[in-house]
T-cell receptor, first 113, second 115 residues
Framework: DAGVIQSPRHEVTEMGQEVTLRCKPI?????LFWYRQTMMRGLELLIY????????DSGMPEDRFSAKMPNASFSTLKIQPSEPRDSAVYFC???????????FGSGTRLTVV | AQSVAQPEDQVNVAEGNPLTVKCTYS??????LFWYVQYPNRGLQFLLK??????LVKGSYGFEAEFNKSQTSFHLKKPSALVSDSALYFC?????????????FGAGTQVVVTP
């Protein structure tokens, strides 16, 4: 298995532009999580899905952020419009079932200038 | 509410010496506890977990962790640290009384192993 795959690995964009981050979870995993990591705030859970249904999006910072999971093998996190304070590393993780740990992707390093 | 605390922002240790990274937890039910490691510019990698059974759990790269219910702790240990163990370590807890069992991560502890 190739693990959790995220793309792109790096993204540099100008303030105001739309950014879309992508994630492919491990096949058979039914839970998917989006995290953001910064030096100031550490690791923050933004949103998670179970069987493609959003369960908890209370960590999504603003309406500028949205996430979708149209099927079991794909999820997107979109920021529109982007701002410099959105600069961070965004991780996607998936899990097979309750009680199991998560497998993380390598992350997307987003820089908004 | 479930939570974990990692009381040390950074741990410094000389190569060859024992390494301990502390973690305490607070949950309303039975805890599932995890340790993850993050190397620079990488995602978090699973090290080990405690579900039930022996209080001493062995994991990857020679690490182990001891579950202590009375002290609500789950400290990560390695008998002899390597320079390559320098990384950011996260403790996490999953409370199965929560319907979806999501993980709650600690703030992380930076481990620096000097030659």
């Amino acid at each position: 298995d190739a693990g959790v795959i995220q793309s792109p690995r790096h993204e540099v964009t100008e303030m105001g532009q739309e950014v879309t981050l992508r994630c492919k979870p491990i096949s058979g995993h039914n839970s998917l999580f989006w995290y953001r990591q910064t030096m100031m705030r550490g690791l923050e859970l933004l949103i998670y899905f179970n069987n493609n249904v959003p369960i908890d999006d209370s960590g999504m910072p603003e309406d500028r952020f949205s996430a979708k999971m149209p099927n079991a093998s794909f999820s997107t996190l979109k920021i529109q419009p982007s701002e410099p304070r959105d600069s961070a590393v965004y991780f996607c993780a998936s899990s097979a079932r309750r009680g199991e740990g998560y497998t993380f992707g390598s992350g997307t390093r987003l820089t908004v200038v | 509410a479930q939570s974990v605390a990692q009381p040390e922002d950074q741990v410094n240790v000389a190569e060859g010496n024992p390494l301990t990274v502390k973690c305490t937890y607070s949950v309303s039910g039975n805890p599932y506890l995890f340790w993850y490691v993050q190397y620079p510019n990488r995602g978090l990698q699973f090290l080990l977990k405690y579900i039930t059974g022996d209080n001493l759990v062995k994991g990857s790269y020679g690490f182990e962790a001891e579950f202590n219910k009375s002290q609500t702790s789950f400290h990560l240990k390695k008998p002899s640290a390597l320079v390559s163990d320098s990384a950011l370590y996260f403790c996490a807890v999953r409370d199965l009384t929560d319907s979806w069992g999501k993980l709650q991560f600690g703030a992380g502890t930076q481990v620096v192993v000097t030659p």
